[in-house]
Nanobody
Framework: QVQLVESGGGLVQAGGSMRLSCAASGRTFSNYFMAWFRQAPGKEREIVSTIGWSGSVTAYTDSVKGRFTISRDNAKNTVYLQMNSLKPEDTAVYYC???????????WGQGTQVTVSS
């Protein structure tokens, strides 16, 4: 079992920045691929970014490339999502997820709300 707790959400103006954190506990954090997903009202959940076990491999959905940065600190069992140049369309509940591979996430956090005002 892996427990995930997100933090760092809130309200920010368009063009602003925010950093989300996801603290993991339970199993060896470095054994898990990590990802951030988001779900906006009335929309399906979408994957935002992923990061490999060591942090050297990352990927982003097109809409956040160049604005968001995912990172992880395996010593602190934490994954981060730095979000810059935020847009109102980034408004969503952001979820942290952990899995054994990039396409299989079996553990989820409770989500944190990010609201970007125009």
């Amino acid at each position: 079992q892996v427990q995930l707790v997100e933090s760092g959400g809130g309200l920010v103006q368009a063009g602003g920045s925010m950093r989300l954190s996801c603290a993991a506990s339970g199993r060896t954090f470095s054994n898990y691929f990590m990802a951030w997903f988001r779900q906006a009202p009335g929309k399906e959940r979408e994957i935002v970014s992923t990061i490999g076990w060591s942090g050297s491999v990352t990927a982003y959905t097109d809409s956040v490339k160049g604005r968001f940065t995912i990172s992880r600190d395996n010593a602190k069992n934490t994954v981060y999502l730095q979000m810059n140049s935020l847009k109102p369309e980034d408004t969503a509940v952001y979820y942290c997820a952990a899995g054994r591979g990039p396409n299989n996430y079996g553990y989820w956090g409770q989500g944190t709300q990010v609201t970007v005002s125009s």
